[in-house]
């Protein structure tokens, strides 16, 4: 091996474990932001009911790949939510019923209900969400991050 591979090997060395201490240092730091996070995905679009389904906060949100948690607000109404109990839920996980943040639409219908919570995300900085509308496309959802831990 030559001097300067050599050199070249140590250097590179020493740049990774101060990327690895870094990393480390930074683990667990919420960083709040000042303007949401949005996406024309979540903007009011109307949803029907659904199982837990991915979203891809990194692509859909801009969100870092890899965050632990997310701060999430939610804005929501349903045109039949008088008649049935309406519910918006997100999860860290991709099955089961565990739900880190669940929001219930008000019960007089087309009225906007707000809920604000942290939901962690999946080992990819990744979310999951389930709705149950009153009908087909008729549950109107709003998402915002506001927020994540890395």
């Known amino acids: 091996m030559s001097n300067f591979d050599e050199t070249m090997l140590k250097r590179l060395t020493k740049l990774e474990r101060e990327v690895e201490r870094l990393r480390v240092k930074e683990s667990g730091k919420f960083i709040a932001l000042t303007t949401p996070l949005t996406s024309t995905s979540w903007d009011g679009d109307a949803r029907s009911t659904t199982t837990k389904t991915k979203i891809d906060l990194s692509a859909v949100f801009g969100v870092p790949a890899g965050v632990k948690a997310v701060m999430v607000k939610i804005a929501l109404r349903d045109s039949g939510s008088a008649a049935t ?50 009908d087909s496309g008729t549950m109107d959802i709003y998402l915002e991050i506001w927020g994540y831990w890395l």
């Not at 309406?86 to 991709?94: D, H, W, Y």
């Not at 565990?98 to 900085?125: E, H, K, M």
């Open 85 to 134: 109990s309406c519910i918006f839920q997100l999860s860290g996980v991709s099955s089961g019923t565990n739900y880190s943040l669940t929001a219930q639409a008000s019960p007089i219908n087309d009225r906007y209900a707000y809920f604000n919570g942290i939901v962690p995300c999946d080992a990819n900085g990744d979310i999951y969400y389930m709705a149950t509308a009153s």
